[in-house]
């Protein structure tokens, strides 16, 4: 099982990023994705989920309207789109496969920067 995540880097304040997570090993139209990040010094937490046949998104909070959730199910990839970028969603970004409500699969994460 595989989650391979990429896309991420430094951008600047206000500008615009895609994530992108590879799986592999497992039937991932089976699964919900998610999408969590963990700031420094911080709790992980949870940004975006998509149930397994995309029909249906949520969002933290303050990501809403800015951040968009998606997934491929014939590439077996799912997707981060990330707009208007603050500071303070710096991070490291990490994709799960999640079933029965636990998260079965992570992937190894990639960094986010948003600094001028």
């Known amino acids: 099982v595989q989650l391979v995540e990429s896309g991420g880097g430094l951008v600047q304040p206000g500008g615009s990023l895609r994530l992108s997570c590879a799986a592999s090993g497992f039937t991932f139209s089976d699964y919900y994705m998610t999408w969590y990040r963990q700031a420094p010094g911080k709790e992980r937490e949870l940004v975006a989920v998509?149930?397994?046949?995309?029909?249906?998104?949520n969002y933290l909070n303050s990501v809403k309207g800015r951040f968009t959730i998606s997934r491929d199910n014939a590439k077996n990839t799912v997707y981060l789109r990330m707009n208007s970028l603050k500071p303070e969603d710096t991070g490291v970004y990490y994709c799960?496969?999640?079933?029965?409500?636990?998260?079965?699969?992570w992937g190894q994460g990639t960094q986010v920067t948003v600094s001028s």
């Open positions: 799960g496969a999640r079933r029965w409500s636990e998260t079965k699969y």
């Open positions: 998509i149930t397994s046949s995309g029909g249906s998104t």
